[in-house]
């Protein structure tokens, strides 16, 4: 890479002004309307009318879009334009961009912004177009084989709700007839979070004992992607709130309203945040495994959509959630889904620790390619 001109990025590059365009003002049409976090609209104008690559201004600053043909970037955003005497593929640009990670330049105080003039004092290699392309063709073939492994992924995970209708029936209509019991009444125990002083963001510590909390609640997964934790100390000034491997822990707000993880073995005790509520079965009479997708399956969702409250932030609270009929088959087919539930995760597993390398292998082609 000796031979690759370095410049800074502001003499190769502009990063022009998105410009405004008001909810009201698009007539729709087949033309995206951009913002900092992707498509807000569509209008029937562009501003552009060439591939261009978008950087979050506003918001999701720095942030970076790949987009092409006509597309119109509002006002949150920069759209790229290249310097006369200079010579880019766009694709080039935006693993470029993406690598040189401009969110970090973000101001820190009111809305998240990014300044051109930050910006421009960056340095980028020019290399030659033939070596742009080759580059846009090793990252792209990269990029293919992760989103193809995200497809599966995303295939495998609709397989355990299948499953549980097949098993079981919907459990708004209960075809087959289960024995209706209230939530509450299949819980040894089911109790919300610490709320208020209890539990503030200043109790949180850097090790300790793991705060399971809303952002960590997927649709049956543990997202560990951002963990918290509290001092042994505080934690046992909660007591009541001391979660175990194999409590369900139910997601009473967000998107959806409704879900559910089962705590694994690999956290052997934690704290529930507010609106996530422990619920721990009752082993005679139902497993963890099935509490956990009967909160999952969209069905059950829109049953308890009478529970929710709220306009802004809809929950649903746990006091409600206690009082919902739900249907209750018999243990030996809550065993028999338990087990198949526990063989799909185990292959789910393997895909997502393959989606994991396949990520940190493009990212360390992206920086090889790009210089580190």
């Given at each position: 890479m000796a031979y690759w001109q370095t410049v800074k990025l502001g003499e190769a590059l502009e990063l022009a002004y998105g410009k405004s365009l008001p909810k009201g003002n698009r007539v729709g049409g087949t033309v995206p309307v951009f913002g900092s976090n992707g498509v807000t609209g569509w209008h029937d104008t562009a501003l552009i009318n060439e591939t261009t690559v978008i950087v979050g201004r506003k918001g999701s600053a720095g942030a970076v879009q790949y987009v092409e043909g006509p597309c119109y970037p509002i006002d949150t955003t920069y759209y790229v334009r290249t310097r006369q005497g200079f010579h880019f593929e766009m694709k080039f640009l935006y693993y470029l961009l993406r690598k040189l990670d401009l969110s970090r330049l973000k101001t820190a105080t009111g809305v998240p912004g990014l300044t051109r003039e930050d910006a421009y004092k960056e340095k980028i290699p020019v290399p030659p177009l033939l070596e742009q392309r080759r580059i846009v063709d090793i990252l792209s073939r990269a990029e293919g084989i992760i989103r193809l492994q995200r497809q599966a992924a995303d295939k495998a995970r609709e397989i355990i709700p299948a499953l549980f209708l097949d098993m079981f029936g919907d459990p708004a209509t209960n075809p087959k007839g289960w024995p209706i019991r209230r939530l509450g009444d299949l819980a040894e125990k089911m109790s919300d979070g610490p709320f208020g002083s209890n539990l503030k963001t200043a109790h949180y510590t850097e090790t300790g004992v793991r705060v399971v909390r809303l952002q960590n609640i997927s649709v049956g997964s543990l997202n560990d992607e951002d963990k918290a934790f509290v001092s042994h100390e505080h934690f046992a000034s909660l007591?009541?709130?001391?979660?175990?491997?194999?409590?369900?822990?139910?997601?009473?707000?967000?998107?959806?309203?409704?879900?559910?993880?089962?705590?694994?073995?690999?956290?052997?005790?934690?704290?529930?945040?507010?609106?996530?509520?422990?619920?721990?079965?009752?082993?005679?009479?139902?497993?963890?495994?099935?509490?956990?997708?009967?909160?999952n399956v969209p069905s059950t969702l829109a049953m308890a959509a009478s529970l929710v409250q709220g306009i802004t932030r809809t929950r649903i609270s746990m006091g409600r959630l206690r009082e919902m009929f739900v249907p209750v088959p018999s243990l030996r087919l809550q065993k028999k889904f338990a087990d198949r539930t526990n063989g799909i995760r185990g292959i789910l597993s393997q895909r997502e620790t393959s989606q994991r390398s396949g990520v940190a292998l493009f990212n360390a082609l992206l920086a090889n390619v790009l210089g580190n």
């Open positions: 007591p009541r709130h001391r979660c175990l491997p194999g409590d369900v822990i139910i997601g009473t707000l967000g998107d959806p309203n409704l879900r559910a993880i089962v705590l694994p073995p690999s956290i052997p005790e934690a704290l529930n945040k507010a609106d996530c509520v422990q619920f721990r079965c009752r082993l005679d009479t139902v497993l963890p495994e099935y509490i956990c997708w009967l909160m």
